[in-house]
């Protein structure tokens, strides 16, 4: 599937309602070609766990809206389990895994999908509704406020419809505790140079210097993006994801190859370990820093929280800087022909509100709104940090996994990267082998 719409239409100004509130500069923050995301699996599991018979149509808003979940960590589960309670509506909540929900979602939307699901902005939005697997909730839009025109973008599909609900953001970091940096005198590096000595240094410490997982084949991906950005820049990485560039070239091996410098600093035996196991050695002290989005804060205490701190990954080359982040989008979307239209449609007008938003940021402070008319008083100092952080950027990108193809992010790149980390002497073969099948992909 060809990318949706012209490559200037997807280099559009992307910023959350909540960083121009805070009247933070609009400067180059680009949302780039956003991903597609999920794996075209086989299983059909969450297809079985869908909600009700497979008839469509429009229903009663008094009668029962089912929700797909993926926020099956405790703390996104319960600021949803809030919000859901808070929009007076009837809602059964279907929870599947994350990574589960990730790797099965095409074959749940094309089987007996819930009402209305949790899912991510651009691209990987805009893959479902092509194949006509999303409902339009333009009407949806037309009732709501506190969502900037960047957003509406995020949110529409290539024949100008509305598919999609914004909730939260947040920013991709080394992520750190206050306490235990300030106990051993650390800086946060500017360079990498500066980061392999801080690494060096941790190990002197006794701490593992960056901790790190790879079990589930996603969090890889962000240490991929974080180099490829450094190195190569904002347009060499969109263009790298929409198949315009070559897995092969030797910008691409010089990220492997800068990549496997900084193995030897990273927790070892990543690829039998996930992500939550390795935030707790950042939150038990054991690890000094951790590449990861804000949510990591979900493994800490709520007391530890104000612990954290993050900075953005350091410079490689001063002709490129540090100013490409990433900073996905999370939200709503709706089924095609839900079992409860107009329920749906409730549901999903209310979670584009401040009140709705409000409920969620009340229990999970690990991410900000995306609303400009969300209550920003409360936030803590690293919710104020992201804001600042997001709203500074000068381009943006959502994630490997959301910024291609769906079927190259989860078929190929997720075990290319479960390879190198195996064995990263071998990254010709390796970078040979991606670019072979990536030409299969994206020239079918």
């Not at 939550?276 to 205490?301: H, I, T």
């Not at 209550?375 to 500074?392: C, H, N, P, R, W």
Request: hydrophobic content about 40%; glycine content about 10%.
């Amino acid at each position: 599937m060809s990318r949706p719409r012209s490559e200037s239409e997807y280099l559009a100004s992307l910023i959350p309602p909540s960083v121009a509130a805070a009247g933070l500069s609009r400067r180059g923050f680009l949302k780039g070609t956003l991903g597609a995301g999920a794996a075209l699996s086989l299983s059909s599991l969450l297809a079985a766990c869908g909600g009700g018979d497979d008839g469509g149509g429009s229903g009663s808003a008094s009668q029962e809206v089912t929700f797909g979940s993926n926020q099956s960590d405790a703390v996104p589960k319960k600021a949803y389990a809030d919000m859901l309670a808070a929009s007076g509506l009837t809602v059964k909540v279907n929870t599947i895994e994350h990574e589960t929900f990730q790797e099965n979602i095409n074959n749940y939307l094309q089987g007996n999908p819930d009402d209305v699901f949790t899912w991510f902005a651009g691209y990987r939005m805009q893959f479902f509704a092509a194949q006509g697997l999303a409902g339009d909730i333009s009407d949806v839009w037309g009732g709501l406020s506190g969502m900037s025109e960047a957003l509406k973008k995020a949110s529409t599909g290539e024949d100008g419809k509305q598919y999609f609900v914004p909730l939260t953001t947040y920013p991709w970091g080394l992520f750190y505790r206050k306490s235990v940096w300030e106990e051993k005198g650390y800086q946060e590096p500017k360079t990498l140079d500066e980061l392999v000595t801080l690494a060096k240094q941790m190990q002197t410490d006794g701490l593992i210097p960056i901790a790190f997982a790879d079990k589930d084949g996603w969090p890889a991906m962000g240490t991929f993006d974080q180099l490829n950005l450094r190195i190569n820049g904002y347009q060499f990485h969109v263009d790298l994801m929409a198949g315009k560039e070559a897995w092969d070239s030797a910008e691409v091996k010089k990220v492997f190859d800068t990549w496997r410098g900084l193995l030897p600093y990273h927790q070892e035996d990543a690829l039998g370990r996930e992500w939550q196991e390795a935030a707790q050695a950042l939150q038990k002290k054991q690890a000094g820093m951790y590449l990861l989005g804000m949510f990591v804060g979900e493994q800490f205490p709520e007391k530890d929280r104000e612990d954290l701190d993050f900075f953005t990954f350091p410079e490689i080359d001063p002709a490129i800087g540090t100013g490409a982040i990433e900073a996905p989008i999370d939200g709503l979307m709706m089924r095609a022909e839900p079992k409860n239209e107009e329920g749906a449609k409730q549901l999903l007008k209310f979670a584009g509100t401040a009140e709705a938003e409000n409920v969620l940021l009340k229990a999970n402070n690990t991410v900000i709104g995306a609303s400009s008319e969300a209550d920003a008083s409360a936030y803590t100092g690293l919710q104020k940090k992201a804001v600042e952080f997001i709203g500074s950027a000068e381009s943006i990108a959502q994630f490997l996994d959301r910024d291609t193809r769906p079927d190259f992010a989860s078929t190929v790149m997720l075990p290319g990267l479960q390879t190198f980390i195996k064995n990263p002497n071998d990254i010709d073969g390796l970078t040979k082998s991606l670019e072979s099948q990536k030409k299969s992909i994206f020239t079918s």
